[in-house]
Every structure is written in structure tokens, then in C-alpha cells.
């Protein structure tokens, strides 16, 4: 079994980082509470076939999944509908690339990808181009436009920007 597992060495996250993801999880989850989906933090990881028909594991910052029941262990075997990666120097090139392709080989609805230093918020929607799964940049979102943040397959969700930011200005430097 070729599992084509990459070992990474990566220092930890910066505090403004953890509590990004802190921050959307926690605001998540209480909306979510009785349905169906869940929202996870970086402690859950996804096995997806790649179009090379390789085995990949991945582990997004946060996810929402409706499709619990498919896993081993800590490990989901189906795509989740929704992904977030916040950014770091180490891993944006990462975020930007590979992982972005695999989540839209898997034909995940929405992903987004978070830069806390810059407070902006990048929104790419699914959609297909001549049958082929594509992101498109649905909609930046930063201060100016803040009222616009929205979930798009979840419309009854809600997170403020603000929110999401919270206290990511406490820590200096």
C-alpha cells in the first residue's frame, strides 16, 4: 500500500494563527450543534485518492464535514464541504498550491485561505470549467468589506470578521 506520505518538519504556529482557527471553530460549532455537520480544528486529517490515483493525507486547519461515518481513527475517508487554511510563512506556498489542488480534485465547495497579518480573507468557490473541478476567487474579504464574510454551502452560518480576528492584536510584536 503506497500511502505517498510526506514528512514535514514545521515549527509551531504563531499564537495569532491558533487562535484564527480557535476563533472560527468556536463560533462554528455552537451553530452547527444538533445538525448533521461538524466543524474540526487541525487535529483531524483526510485521506484523499489524487487524480494520479495516489493516496494523500492532509490536515486543514479547520473543515466542516457532513459526512462523518467514513473514517478510521482520527482520519476521514470523504471530503468535508468546507476548508480553511490560515496562513504562515512555512506553509502559504503549501496552502496556495498543492493543498488547493487536492481540495479541488476532491471537489470540496469552498475554501478558504486566511492571512492574519493582513486581516483578509480570500473566498474560492467551486465551480466546474468544461466538466473539470476549479477554484474561483469568489471574494476578498478584508475591513472595508466585512459585512460581505458569508459561508457560501452553509448560508445559516454566521462569523463576523471581527470575530474571526479576536484578539489576534493582543499579543504584540
Known amino acids: 500500500m503506497d500511502l505517498n506520505l510526506q514528512i514535514t518538519d ?3 504556529a504563531v ?8 476563533n472560527f471553530v468556536a463560533a462554528i460549532r455552537k451553530q452547527l450543534k444538533n445538525s448533521s455537520c461538524f466543524v474540526y480544528s487541525d487535529n483531524v486529517q483526510y485521506r484523499f485518492k489524487t487524480d494520479a490515483g495516489k493516496d494523500q493525507i492532509v490536515i486543514p486547519d479547520a473543515s466542516i464535514n457532513c459526512r462523518i461515518k467514513s473514517r478510521r481513527g482520527n482520519t476521514f475517508l470523504d471530503a468535508p464541504r468546507f476548508v480553511m487554511e490560515v496562513l ?7 496552502d496556495r498550491s498543492v493543498k488547493m489542488e ?3 480534485q476532491q471537489e470540496i465547495d469552498e475554501y478558504w485561505i ?3 497579518r493582513l486581516k483578509k480573507i480570500e473566498i474560492y468557490e467551486l465551480d466546474y470549467e468544461n466538466g473539470i473541478p476549479k477554484y474561483f476567487l469568489w471574494k476578498e474579504i478584508t475591513k472595508e468589506n466585512k459585512e460581505e464574510l458569508q459561508i457560501i454551502p452553509f448560508p445559516n452560518l454566521k462569523i463576523a470578521f471581527d470575530e474571526l480576528f479576536d484578539e489576534i492584536d493582543n499579543y504584540g510584536g
Open 88 to 94: 504562515s510563512p512555512t506553509t502559504e506556498q503549501y
Open 102 to 104: 487536492l481540495y479541488c
Open 10 to 12: 514545521m515549527a509551531g
Open 15 to 22: 499564537p495569532q494563527h491558533s487562535t484564527v482557527i480557535v
Open 114 to 116: 486566511v492571512d492574519w
